[in-house]
């Protein structure tokens, strides 16, 4: 027997066509069930441990906190009292002096560390953990070593004394503290960015760097054509996240200093710490806190539109 005849302009449909087509018209949410599935524990423990604090943070902003009488609600007077503390800017102005030293001082030393262990031949994986090992000094030993370091008869101002200098009083001269903890800082904290650099680095295919060579670069130019140009949006992310994190530091003003001399080291987050746990002052605190959320919210926005294209 002959094929049936199909009506005139009918196609004839394939036998998997229809589940081809059914397959094509599933809704997306029902494609990717499987992985939002795995993605609720992430999204779980990221909306409880980060977003509801961040939200009870600004409503408790507005309340007086008394855990004996109760909170009362007290409105934008939190916010008053930390902006009418003549303490405020004074530590927003060592902040931002503490960050600029970091940049300054800090931020290029990780980058150059990473470009010369990449360039290394021989020991490169003992250079690595050497320059990683400051960075799991416990802080107990690293305060109590740098104050050490730093005392008037201590190993530094010993060295100053072979050559003849004057001892220097690190930490208890306002001029010399706070550069002297960025000097700490750096020396412990830069590892860790280094092997993220050092990543960047050797992600750089191999043979941009072989026909630079061909055409005759030497090491300087193919470090400023080729390695610092591919490492461009790494190196603006990093310098945000140390924008970040170094405008909340307190840790080693609080434990070497507390602030002084003469408040030097009172920095912004030393303050909102102060006026939590010192004065039992949680609704300023907190607003000091809401604050600084503020700023480095519009830092991450700056960071996301000067990367945007990455995304």
Request: proline share 5%; no cysteine; glycine share 8%.
């Amino acid at each position: 027997m002959g094929e049936t005849a199909m009506p005139h302009g009918q196609a004839r449909t394939e036998p998997g066509h229809h589940t081809q087509m059914e397959h094509k018209r599933k809704p997306l949410w029902k494609k990717y069930l499987w992985g939002y599935l795995f993605l609720v524990p992430a999204i779980a423990i990221f909306v409880v441990f980060l977003w509801v604090p961040i939200f009870k943070g600004i409503f408790y902003s507005f309340f007086h906190i008394d855990f004996v009488k109760g909170n009362i609600f007290v409105g934008f007077d939190n916010y008053a009292k930390v902006l009418g503390n003549p303490d405020l800017l004074l530590s927003v102005r060592n902040t931002l002096y503490f960050m600029l030293l970091t940049l300054v001082i800090g931020f290029w030393v990780p980058i150059a560390a990473s470009i010369a262990i990449s360039e290394l031949k021989l020991f490169q994986g003992f250079a690595r953990i050497a320059a990683y090992l400051p960075f799991v000094v416990p802080g107990v030993v690293l305060y109590g070593m740098w104050r050490w370091m730093y005392d008037p008869v201590g190993p530094i101002n010993a060295l100053f004394g072979f050559f003849g200098a004057e001892p220097v009083s690190f930490i208890s001269d306002s001029r010399f503290s706070m550069v002297s903890l960025v000097v700490m800082e750096t020396w412990q904290q830069f590892g860790s960015a280094m092997l993220i650099y050092l990543a960047g680095v050797l992600s750089i295919p191999k043979d941009w760097y072989e026909a630079a060579e061909i055409d005759g670069a030497d090491v300087w130019a193919r470090i400023k054509y080729i390695t610092l140009p591919s490492m461009r949006n790494l190196i603006i992310l990093m310098l945000i996240l140390q924008l970040i994190g170094t405008s909340q530091a307190y840790q080693s003003q609080l434990a070497m200093l507390d602030g002084g001399p003469n408040k030097a080291t009172l920095t912004y987050a030393l303050l909102t710490v102060k006026y939590a746990f010192n004065q039992l002052d949680y609704g300023a605190g907190t607003a000091m806190g809401i604050l600084m959320f503020l700023v480095l919210s519009l830092l991450g926005i700056l960071q996301f539109k000067m990367n945007r294209e990455e995304y």
